[in-house]
């Protein structure tokens, strides 16, 4: 199956960039997703990046896709203090496969 | 429904006692997952139900965790003979293969085993 990496840490002041990294070991799945969950919370599906694009913006959400190295990227402008929570990525295996997704990166926005 | 529905929200249970927890996908969806989270831990995945396709059992930790699918819509977790490692949050999420795949999670089942 599928391994997802995430680093398990993020520290940011409020205001600056957030880059959350993830790398996996397959490539044929057809989207790759991130995912955030806050405290007590289910997952909520943040945005989504389809495997032909290189990057993805959605206001202050940039995803980056190099399929070559096998690395996606969660960028996060003028991050705010409500923006901290865990963030996961996810992909699948192969289209009628199941979801395989990281240990989740958490974020802490200091004001 | 407008979204992902599991029940009940919060379960205690005795250690030994069996226990079902519910899911609702959303309307149409084909796919459905069942992942549990413990405190402080990422996603353990349990079980994928995929239309008519034999469920992906492969997370399961032991015989004591089954699950079913009526249909092709409600789904139901059962865990046998509770453990106290079986507390978690057990989330459900349901997915519609030719749209995007883009899986919707539940707000979770809290199973404590006292």
């Known amino acids: 199956g599928e391994d997802v990496e995430q680093s398990l840490f993020l520290s940011v002041r409020e205001g600056d960039s957030s880059v959350i990294n993830c790398t996996y070991t397959d490539s044929s799945s057809t989207y790759l997703y991130w995912y955030k969950q806050e405290p007590g919370a289910g997952l909520q599906l943040l945005t989504y990046?389809?495997?032909?694009?290189d990057m993805k913006q959605d206001q202050r959400l940039t995803v980056l896709l190099n399929k070559k190295d096998k690395h996606l990227s969660l960028r996060i402008a003028d991050t705010q203090t409500g923006d901290s929570a865990i963030y996961f990525c996810?992909?699948?295996?192969?289209?009628?496969?199941?979801?395989?997704f990281g240990r989740g990166t958490q974020l802490t926005v200091w004001p | 429904g407008a979204g992902v529905s599991q029940s009940p929200s919060n379960k205690v249970t005795e250690k030994g006692k069996d226990v079902e927890l519910r899911c609702d996908p959303i309307s149409g969806h084909t796919a459905l997952y069942w992942y549990r989270q413990s405190l402080g831990q990422g996603l353990e995945f349990l079980i994928y139900f995929q239309g008519n396709s034999a469920p992906d059992k492969s997370g399961l930790p032991s015989d004591r965790f089954s699950a079913e699918r009526t249909g092709g819509s409600v789904s139901t977790l059962t865990i046998q003979r509770t453990q106290q490692e079986d507390s978690a949050v057990y989330l459900c999420a349901s997915s519609q293969t030719r749209d995007r795949d883009l899986a919707f999670f539940g707000q979770g089942t809290r199973l404590t085993v006292v």
């Open positions: 996810a992909l699948k295996g192969s289209t009628l496969g199941r979801l395989y």
């Open positions: 990046i389809f495997s032909n694009m």
